[in-house]
Nanobody
């Protein structure tokens, strides 16, 4: 099985910065797309940013120019650098990955989620 563990959330004032990390562990063979999502109270989960194994990225319009997604393939880790944070960025941020792993001599695919990390931006 594969697990994702996020870290780096917290409380910050508007205009501040935070860096989130998400590390995947388990019998991983490869990871294709890794992404960050967020969910605010009473709202649907939305994609914040995604990155392929080759480094291609995409961002939600609301975070373009402020957030940067990156990854370290050797560490199976994805990062989200968040700058110029706004109160509307307040949410639980969750990591997701498209993983291929091996078990018992077979390969499987999985799409696990992390437990989430809270980001709160005060005005």
């Amino acid at each position: 099985q594969v697990q994702l563990v996020e870290s780096g959330g917290g409380l910050v004032q508007a205009g501040g910065s935070l860096r989130l990390s998400c590390a995947a562990s388990g019998s991983i063979f490869s990871i294709n797309v890794m992404g960050w999502y967020r969910q605010a109270p009473g709202k649907e989960r939305e994609l914040v940013a995604g990155i392929t194994s080759g480094g291609s990225t995409n961002y939600a319009d609301s975070v373009k120019g402020r957030f940067t997604i990156s990854r370290d393939n050797a560490k199976n880790t994805v990062y989200l650098q968040m700058n110029n944070l706004r109160p509307e960025d307040t949410a639980v941020y969750l990591c997701n990955a498209d993983v291929r792993y091996y078990s018992g001599g077979y390969y499987f695919t999985s799409n696990p989620w992390g437990q989430g990390t809270q980001v709160t931006v005060s005005s």
